[in-house]
């Protein structure tokens, strides 16, 4: 995939500062520190594009990024860190519940995970609020570099499991060594057309 453009259009805390030219969108999620910032980096093939939080659990606004001007990548808030207040969590839960409740623009959410562990609670709770809402989602194995391809179908069982997922595809990657990226595009892609959206592919 060729980017030939990529913004922040806008950081957002109030659902008026939402873009609303119809541009569809996927959204990125998942705890604190599980990548991705990176993996958004590494789709885009930029080392420093998306803000990567100094302080994980305190970034409080939805960073809409415009790809070729055709489509948004919309990075959530990441939660699950251990020193944020209970003020805080409930902020977060308004942000978060402000975005999914109604976002016809939204065409499938990437729930990121630590290939390596057991998803969290916090994981769990997250995909049901997902499905609540009725959106489609995808997860994303991250660090798969860490483990030996032999054992993927191991840990899949094991967040398939904790997930209670039910068709959802898992697809393992690795910011780092840059592997599942393609597979990804592919994903992103294929997500789109069938949401009945045109995105140019060079």
């Not at 913004?7 to 990548?35: C, H, T």
């Amino acid at each position: 995939m060729k980017i030939r453009h990529a913004q922040l259009v806008v950081s957002a805390i109030n659902k008026d500062q939402y873009p609303n030219e119809g541009m569809p969108e996927i959204a990125f999620v998942g705890r604190s520190n599980v990548g991705k910032s990176s993996t958004i980096n590494s789709l885009l093939n930029r080392k420093s594009f998306a803000r990567v939080s100094q302080t994980p659990g305190k970034t409080r606004t939805i960073n809409f990024y415009q790809i070729n001007k055709e489509f948004y990548f919309v990075d959530l808030p990441g939660y699950g860190y251990a020193k944020v207040s209970k003020t805080e969590q409930a902020q977060w839960g308004a942000i978060m519940e402000r975005y999914l409740k109604d976002r016809k623009e939204l065409c499938n959410i990437f729930l990121l995970v630590d290939i390596r562990h057991e998803p969290t609670d916090q994981d769990k709770q997250m995909y049901d609020w997902i499905k609540y809402y009725g959106y489609d989602c995808t997860i994303i194995a991250t660090k798969s570099d860490k483990i030996s391809r032999g054992h993927y179908q191991k840990h899949f069982s094991m967040i398939r499991k904790k997930l209670n997922l039910s068709d959802e595809k898992i697809i393992p990657i690795s910011s780092l060594k840059k592997t599942g990226i393609q597979e990804l595009w592919e994903e992103i892609i294929d997500i789109y057309t069938k949401n009945g959206y045109t995105i140019t592919v060079e």
